[in-house]
């Protein structure tokens, strides 16, 4: 299983941009999105988080500037982001929960896109 991110690039504040980060490989189903973004010298964080049902959260600094979403039948999750800041600069993840059948069971392994580079400049 292979998460494909792409979408990002250097932008002015208050312009927007879209990620994408396609799923591809043998699987079952993907349960859990997320994106992650790692500022400059500091720990990753979690962003934003999707389910399979549709159901959403953000972290407090993108609530009502980021919307996270997805589509199943093209495996793919999408982070717009609208309203940008220079605080937003940061390597962007993508993260998925993948269920995959053996021969008598299920098992789910998350795995990690390779990262998109967002620039805010002010």
């Known amino acids: 299983v292979q998460l494909q991110a792409s979408g990002g690039g250097m932008v002015q504040a208050g312009r927007s941009l879209r990620l994408s980060c396609a799923a591809s490989?043998?699987?079952?189903?993907?349960?859990?999105m997320r994106w992650y973004r790692q500022p400059p010298g500091k720990q990753r964080e979690l962003v934003a988080t999707?389910?399979?049902?549709?159901?959403?959260n953000y972290a407090d600094s993108v609530k009502g500037r980021f919307t996270i979403s997805r589509d199943n039948a093209k495996n793919t999750e999408y982070l717009q982001m609208n309203n940008l800041e220079p605080e937003d600069t940061a390597v962007y993840y993508c993260n998925a929960d993948v269920t995959k059948v053996a021969v008598s069971s299920k098992r789910t392994f998350t795995y990690w896109g390779q990262g998109t580079l967002v620039t805010v400049s002010s």
């Open positions: 999707i389910t399979s049902d549709g159901s959403t």
């Open positions: 490989g043998s699987f079952f189903s993907i349960s859990v």
